[in-house]
Nanobody
Framework: QVQLVESGGGLVQAGGSLRLSCAAS????????LGWYRQAPGKQRELVAD???????NYVRSVKGRFTISRDNAKNTVYLQMNSLKPEDTAVYYC??????????WGQGTQVTVSS
């Protein structure tokens, strides 16, 4: 079994920054990709950014140039640096781990609130 623990969420003013972390532990045999998703009230969960085992990254258009995803393979940890935050970035942010067998594990989520 794999456990994902997110941290780093909180309340920040518009224009501010936060750094989310997600540490994976447990029976980790292979990681294909790590990603961050978010879900705002009344909306569907959406991909924010992901990063493959080879370091390729992908971002949703609305965060390009403001957010940066990175990973530390030795620590099985993925980060999301969020700069120039906007009120529309307010959501619960979830970490997802995808194995090479395409099985997904999810974290419990961390709240990010951006005030105007």
């Amino acid at each position: 079994q794999v456990q994902l623990v997110e941290s780093g969420g909180g309340l920040v003013q518009a224009g501010g920054s936060l750094r989310l972390s997600c540490a994976a532990s447990g029976s980790i045999f292979s990681i294909s990709a790590l990603g961050w998703y978010r879900q705002a009230p009344g909306k569907q969960r959406e991909l924010v950014a992901d990063i493959t085992s080879s370091g390729e990254t992908n971002y949703v258009r609305s965060v390009k140039g403001r957010f940066t995803i990175s990973r530390d393979n030795a620590k099985n940890t993925v980060y999301l640096q969020m700069n120039s935050l906007k009120p529309e970035d307010t959501a619960v942010y979830y970490c997802r781990l995808t194995t090479h067998t395409e099985y997904n594990y999810w974290g419990q989520g961390t709240q990010v609130t951006v005030s105007s």
